[in-house]
């Protein structure tokens, strides 16, 4: 048995040498997922891969045709549509779209009523034996009457083979023993000569093996005979041009349709014949190249533009038009304008940065002469591309702008085109896209008047898509910032006490909460206005409206705090009942509106409405719905920071329940929760004190869950932070120390979160943690000698934190012998733990002072030196810190020599990307040139300024302008002057 386990122990070891060591290991596990750089430049750029389905509806709506502008003077009207047209055509849609709706359903209802017909015929044939009512009869052969057939069975001992009329019908089953044999019909391969498969034309059209499925098997490689076969036979299956369809078919009979918009035409089939991957008859890898061949008719010149640097397959939807090589002198007048549109529009998409500054001039100069009509018939469906990208979007919403303030009010039959396609900008993702759309709308309506927009916009508020009457309700509050709230408010009240429909109640009601939004205190003046516009909705039949009415109240409490509390008297009443009435979304809705209205009252108003909506507030404090839970969270922290409630009335009441529901692992994962809980936490500390809150968490800095961890990690700090540890007493203080020890030491991924703790708590308790300063070190001391790079950094972190208390507790040999230990991992690889190195030993330089330092300022500069050539960012910045700092204050430990041979070693960090490196080696020199005279300063800085680069160049100036400013002009001007000769 000894034996068996030696041997088993020498195999165990043997094995272990096979493997990689362990901190290879450990080293894989710290690092964070593989970040790749080029992610962004290889994924898709287009806009509509990152957009989500809601925001690709945009490209659902259709830009509709000019309407007729009633403002226009002498102008004949023509064919552009009404307004009564346009109420019209929406009434008609709405109808389509009822109907619709009705359809769906009632095939809903057909197919649960099949569904449940088929369950019930299922059930009533598998009945159990118990469910018969009847029993059915069955006959053997003693009850069967003499006139009854007995059946005949059949035997393989029958005299005579007899068939029955049903063995008549179907063959019987064959044997082999009843047919001569015959060859069968199956090749051998030894029935023939074999013959070597060539690659000619095979039996399926496509493919030449004779495979099941037919292959596309082009194997060889094509001469240039065939290429030139391929091309014409491409040439001569080509689509037909409009003006060949012309030719064939009679004048009269036929209609041209416009292509769908989006369609992108193939014009290369080939590419469709190996879009399938297919069985080949080749095995392996195989590495693809790039056929060429097939982007032959992407023209690398455009008539007219000259070269640009790219010219898409997409841009031919577009753009065809400057390729058909027509005649310009046979075009009309509206074709070469159209045409020039086109040209300079392709060179704003696609060209260079100067090409495209000259052609944004010449659009916008010559935007009145183009026309409103020919500019956006041209822009507006590129906008709506299908393939636009961030880029092409930018610059042509630039474009939009910029006509816009040619045109001014001949855009006015075109404000519906322009705001379907602006509208979506409004919803963006992006806050510049965003930026960008307000801007437009905003230019937009000053152009066309506010008439002219709310005739526009109108039958958009009662859409039937919510999209729709989404991005209105966002358009109108740009207008309405654009003309002042007094002037929409009179057709806001009108929308909002709407009888026709719901939907543009609803509208109204969100155009109130986007005002709000958007402007900010400016609605204060009108906030009575546009509350009593409002109010009814808070009991209107619809729980839509009721829900996004109270949240219209929020938005507007917020925007007018810490004022404004009369203008929502009318409001409180249905508020309060409303609370008690409502459940789920409606009920978050309106906490959230009494939570931004308490804030604004009195204190004994505010301590008795709190008390109030706290028995809902607890009790919703167990809701499962994630939404309700940060609203509840948000109250609370707004009525907890209101002047009137009592800090018992706190303790007693919420803190239990509180700290019961949401003092709890599963709220520490998810982000959002995980902030508004520290934050609730932090306000409600404010009230009750530092010792209230600290004293039920910090027990819960050992849970065996590191993200909780950081929870409590995270409100400790900011709550010690903001009120101080004065009130933490010395039972708490010891399991507060304990507690943060323990976390520091058991996070498995190094969290700054844990490192401000720690040094927030150590700074805020000063000379009290003179006890824990040897156990602190001792972790410190620990850490550093750790395997992993970021325990490393880490611990060389909270050095450079707790350094000034340490200096405060008296602990200067402590701090002299960290900084021997900082000294000797001055050869540390890895930069950003020598960056954390440097940093902690100039605390300690900074706070133990240059006399006392261990060890000596004599032994580290020379250290020093050689890292100033590190490129790391954050070494640079440290190090120069760290050299600055001794030249300052105590250059005398060094030689002169020794400052010379950093002079040359500074003078490559003036090439530094970081502006704070640069500008910390310049005032080095100043301080070197202090130290040992500006002479020898001023000749290397001479000498510097014979360099190429211009950034070292100018650095350089700073640095002699530095140096003279240190030791007086006189020292450096009769150097500067004897450059002059």
Not at 197 to 209: A, D, E, L, S
Not at 404 to 415: E, T
Request: glycine residues 4%.
């Amino acid at each position: 048995y000894k034996t068996m386990a030696t041997e088993d122990a020498v195999q165990t070891r043997r094995l272990a040498t096979y493997t990689a060591p362990n901190e290879v290991f450990e080293d894989l596990i710290d690092n964070d997922e593989d970040v790749d750089p080029f992610k962004e430049r290889t994924g898709s750029r287009r806009i509509i891969d990152r957009q989500s389905e809601y925001h690709a509806r945009r490209l659902n709506r259709a830009i509709s045709p000019e309407r007729n502008d009633p403002f226009a003077e002498g102008e004949e009207k023509g064919e552009s549509r009404t307004y009564a047209d346009v109420m019209r055509e929406a009434e008609i849609e709405k109808e389509e779209q009822r109907v619709k709706r009705k359809i769906e359903e009632k095939k809903k209802e057909e197919q649960q009523k099949a569904k449940e017909a088929a369950s019930e015929q299922v059930t009533t044939q598998k009945k159990r034996r118990w469910d018969m009512e009847t029993p059915i009869e069955t006959k053997s052969e003693w009850s069967r009457s003499d006139d009854e057939a007995a059946p005949t069975g059949k035997s393989r001992w029958d005299e005579t083979p007899r068939a029955t009329d049903e063995e008549m019908d179907t063959p019987r089953k064959r044997s082999r023993w009843d047919v001569t044999p015959q060859v069968s019909a199956k090749k051998s391969r030894w029935d023939e000569t074999p013959t070597h498969p060539t690659v000619q034309i095979g039996v399926t059209p496509v493919g030449n093996f004779g495979l099941l499925t037919p292959t596309p098997g082009h194997l060889v490689a094509m001469t240039p005979e065939a290429q030139r076969w391929e091309k014409d036979l491409d040439a001569r299956n080509r689509p037909l041009t409009d003006e060949e369809l012309d030719a064939m078919f009679p004048p009269t009979g036929y209609k041209i349709l416009d292509p769908p918009t989006g369609y992108v035409p193939i014009r290369t089939p080939a590419r469709k014949l190996m879009a399938t991957p297919t069985p080949m008859a080749a095995d392996g890898f195989v590495m693809l190249e790039e056929d060429r061949s097939q982007t032959y008719d992407l023209p690398a010149e455009i008539p007219g533009v000259g070269n640009l640097p790219f010219f898409k397959q997409e841009d031919m939807q577009h753009f065809g038009k400057l390729l058909d090589d027509k005649d310009e002198s046979e075009l009309s007048v509206e074709e070469l304008k159209e045409r020039k549109i086109m040209r300079l529009l392709l060179k704003i998409k696609n060209g260079t940065p100067p090409m495209r500054k000259t052609a944004l001039r010449q659009i916008t100069d010559k935007a009145r002469d183009f026309g409103a009509g020919p500019l956006f018939n041209q822009i507006l469906p590129l906008l709506m591309s299908q393939n636009l990208e961030d880029q092409e979007r930018h610059l042509l919403v630039k474009v939009i702008d910029r006509i816009l303030y040619k045109l001014d009010a001949l855009v006015r039959p075109y404000v519906h085109k322009i705001l379907v396609v602006i509208e979506p900008l409004l919803i963006d993702e992006d806050y510049f896209a965003r930026c960008e759309g307000r801007e437009i709308i905003s230019n937009l309506s000053k152009a066309a008047g506010l008439p002219t927009m709310i005739a526009t916009m109108r039958p958009d508020i009662d859409h039937v898509d919510e999209y729709v009457r989404n991005t209105t309700a966002r358009a109108f509050s740009v207008v309405a910032s654009a003309h002042g709230i007094p002037a929409l408010l009179p057709f806001l009240k009108a929308v909002c006490k709407s009888k026709k429909s719901w939907q543009a109640r609803h509208t109204g009601i969100k155009i109130v909460q986007q005002i709000a939004i958007l402007m900010g205190c400016a609605v204060l003046p009108h906030l009575k206005n546009l509350v009593e516009a409002i109010a009814h909705g808070l009991e209107d039949e619809q729980q839509k409206v009721r829900t996004i009415t109270a949240l219209a109240i929020a938005a507007l409490a917020e925007a007018a705090a810490p004022y404004g509390i009369e203008s929502f008297d009318s409001v409180l009443k249905p508020l309060w009942t409303g609370i008690r009435k409502h459940r789920g979304k409606g009920l978050a809705a309106f906490l959230k509106a009494i939570g931004y209205i308490i804030p604004l009252m009195d204190a004994e108003y505010a301590n008795y409405y709190t008390k109030e909506v706290m028995i809902i507030l607890i009790r919703e404090f167990q809701s499962p719905d994630e939404e309700m839970k940060k609203i509840v969270l948000k109250v609370v922290k707004q009525c907890a920071a209101t002047d009137g409630v009592q800090p018992q009335y706190i303790k007693e009441e919420i803190l239990p329940e509180f700290f019961k529901n949401f003092w709890v692992r599963r709220m520490a994962l998810d982000r959002r929760n995980y902030r508004q809980v520290v934050e609730t936490t932090v306000e409600l500390a404010q009230k009750v004190g530092v010792t209230e809150i600290v004293g039920r968490i910090v027990e819960d800095l050992k849970d065996e869950s590191e993200p909780y961890r950081k929870m409590v990690m995270e409100t400790v700090e900011k709550v010690v932070s903001q009120l101080g540890a004065a009130d933490i007493d010395t039972r708490l203080e010891e399991v507060l120390i304990d507690g943060i020890l323990y976390a520091f030491q058991e996070q498995t991924v190094e969290d700054i979160v844990m490192l401000n703790g720690f040094g927030t708590v150590v700074n805020a308790l000063g000379l009290r943690v003179k006890p824990y300063l040897q156990q602190i070190t001792s972790t410190i001391l620990w850490r550093l000698n750790n395997k992993s790079a970021k325990v490393r950094q880490q611990a060389a972190d909270l050095i450079s934190r707790i350094a000034v208390v340490m200096k405060t507790c008296g602990e200067e040999k402590l701090m002299g012998h960290l900084g021997v230990v900082l000294y000797e991992y001055l050869g540390e690889e890895y930069p950003e733990v020598l960056g954390s190195i440097l940093g902690g030993l100039k605390s300690i330089v900074n706070v133990i002072g240059m006399s006392s330092m261990t060890p000596p300022i004599k032994d580290l500069l020379p250290r020093l030196t050689p890292i100033l050539k590190n490129r790391h960012e954050k070494v640079q910045e440290s190090c120069i810190d760290l050299v600055g700092r001794i030249a300052d204050r105590g250059a005398e430990f060094v030689s002169a020599r020794e400052w010379m041979r950093i002079c040359f070693e500074l003078l490559d960090m003036l090439k530094a990307h970081k502006k704070g490196i640069r500008r910390a080696t310049v005032n080095t020199f100043g301080y070197i040139a202090k130290a040992i005279g500006p002479q020898d300063v001023l000749a290397t800085l001479l000498n510097n300024l014979k360099v190429q680069e211009r950034q070292n160049r100018v650095c350089t100036t700073v640095a002699i302008a530095i140096v003279a400013e240190t030791c007086a002009p006189f020292t450096v001007l009769p150097a500067l002057m004897n450059e002059y000769r």
